[in-house]
Structures are given as C-alpha cells and as structure tokens.
C-alpha cells in the first residue's frame, strides 16, 4: 500500500502480522501490523524512534516519537492512500484487505513445520492469526473454511503431532468467531489417536511418560501438547471426574523427571503443568475459575496430590460438557 501525507511517500508492505515500510529518501518503519494498526519503530537520517498509526477508510493517521524509549507520541503521522495504488477495499468496512492468502500460507507453514517452541507460543500466534479476520465478513469466513481444511490434511499425515493443536485451533476459532466459523473438529482423530484410558491408568503412566519414551527430548514438546489433549478427549468416555482431574494434574514435571532421570527437575519450573493450564484454559477452563483447595487420591498413577485450585469440579465440568 502507497500513502502519501506530511511524510511525503510511503510505502507499506504487510505479511502475516509483520510488516515493513519505506519512506522518504532512506527512512524505514518495521513492526506488526494488526487489525489495521501498524505499532514499531523507525529510522530515518541516523535518527530512530517509536511510531503507531491506523489505516481507516484510506486514511492513514497516528503518532511518533524519538527514541525507542516508551512515553507519549505527539507528533503527527497523517497520509492518504494513493489514488494510483491498486489495493482494494473490503465492500464491507471500508478498510484496506488483508493479503488473506499469504496469511493463510504462512500460517500453514507455521503450523506444518511446527515452528514454535511450546503451546504458549502456538495460542498467541493463532489468536493473532484471528484477529485479521472477522466473523461477519463472508470472505472471511470462507477463508477459514479453507484454511481449517488445509489444517486438517496436515493432522491426518501425522494426527499425534498435530491432532492436539488442530483442536486449540477449533476452540481458539470458537470464541473469536463466536461460533460463525466452519472448524469443527472431528473427534475420531482423539478416539483413535489418544492414549486408551485403560491401558495409562493399567501401567501407571502418564502421557509424559509414553511421550517421553517413544519420542525422547527433542520432540517431547511437540508430540506432549498434542497427544495430552487427544489423551484427554478421548478419556470422557471411560474415566470418571475423578479420574480425569486426577490424569490432568499428574501430568507434570515430576513424571517428566521419572522419564529422564539424567534431569535435575528440582531445579526447574513446572513448565509441563503451565502447559496444561493453558490448553485447559483455551478449552474454556480457567483454572482462577476454580478457586478452592482440593486433594486427589493417587488411584491410577501413584500419586496423590494436594491442589491450590478445585481440579474436581473443573474435571466434572469438562467430563459432562464433553461426555
């Protein structure tokens, strides 16, 4: 996109939620540019400094300032579209379109190669990825649709790896698109693919345990993720709440150093449990929703646990809403 305002010419190129910018002789922008805002930074002439504008119905208007450091923006950063250039316009809110099918190529690739480093960074890169689009837009929806598809023969090469995140996608799709999106995930991929409650529950071992042995550390975080949510989706039809919450909080960083005895887990966060919460909360259950102690007895993996939140009743909510 072309602009021309007070400062002089400017050319903008967006990819995904990055983007970059050229103006005047060798002035430069870099930065994210979300749902028609543009927030980075700039530098021009040996200067450089903090810059944040929004593009509405071809305009271009915002703030700047010198140097990187936060504060306020008070100068002025305005421009209008150039008549000259060929962006269109979406027919139904008058702001510029998105370039939705390198959106959706970098998003297949992104979830293809799996190149993020836990599931934290896969939930804020999807609801990012959603914030480009909106449900009341047919285009829009359309290209989810399409999107979801594409989603989907990726999981179905190697539905371990990816069946889990597939699901986070459906539910991060649901709340954002409140409900107008065609993503709804086919549960034989968890029926077939999760762990069969009878045979962890008989061996003791939590998926920690059979990821961490089949697939060793250097894809243990993938394949967790992923296989803990089929694991659990599949146990509704055979696992009591009980069960359910007792499965959830033993998957941790104690059964992760039962697994690779050359770790010393005392030392280290329990990152395995934050992924839990967060796969949980994208589910729509929020542990801060479930104030209250609670003691699970260690019936199937040979543990008890004395919780700082109610995992019981969040575990008879996710059993009778999935059951």
């Not at 990726?154 to 990816?162: A, E, F, K, N, V």
């Not at 597939?166 to 029926?191: H, M, P, Q, R, V």
């Not at 696992?239 to 059964?255: M, R, T, Y």
């Amino acid at each position: 996109m072309k602009f021309k305002g007070n400062f002089g010419e400017l050319t903008l190129n967006i990819n995904g939620t990055e983007a970059t910018g050229t103006y005047q002789e060798k002035g430069v922008l870099k930065g994210e540019f979300i749902n028609n805002t543009f927030k980075g930074q700039w530098k021009n002439k040996g200067m450089e400094g903090l810059v944040e504008f929004t593009i509405t119905d071809d305009k271009l208007e915002g703030n700047w300032k010198k140097g990187l450091e936060l504060g306020p923006m008070k100068g002025k950063w305005k421009g209008k579209l150039n008549a000259e250039d060929d962006t269109k316009q979406n027919s139904t809110n008058g702001t510029a379109i998105k370039d939705i099918g390198n959106l959706k190529k970098l998003y297949l690739t992104y979830f293809s190669d799996q190149t993020f480093d836990n599931v934290h960074d896969f939930i804020s890169r999807t609801n990012s990825l959603f914030e480009n689009f909106s449900w009341e837009s047919e285009i829009d929806c359309e290209a989810i649709s399409d999107l979801y598809k594409k989603l989907t023969e990726i999981t179905l090469t190697d539905s371990p790896r990816y069946g889990g995140y597939l699901y986070l996608f459906t539910k991060i799709s649901e709340k954002l698109g409140e409900g107008e999106y065609d993503t709804y995930f086919n549960w034989d991929i968890a029926l077939e693919h999760g762990y069969d409650w009878n045979d962890i529950t008989s061996s003791g071992e939590t998926v920690v345990h059979k990821v961490g042995k089949m697939y060793q550390k250097n894809k243990f975080d993938v394949y967790f993720t992923s296989l803990f949510v089929l694991t659990l989706l599949r146990s509704v039809d055979d696992a009591s709440a009980e069960g359910i919450a007792e499965f959830i909080v033993a998957n941790d960083i104690h059964a992760y150093g039962e697994v690779f005895k050359d770790v010393d887990v005392s030392i280290l966060e329990d990152y395995i449990a934050d992924y839990v919460i967060a796969i949980l909360d994208t589910d729509g259950y929020d542990i801060h929703d479930y104030e209250g102690e609670c003691t699970i007895n260690g019936i199937y993996f040979n543990r008890g646990f004395d919780m700082g939140y109610d995992y019981l009743r969040l575990a008879e909510d996710f059993r009778d809403s999935n059951i």
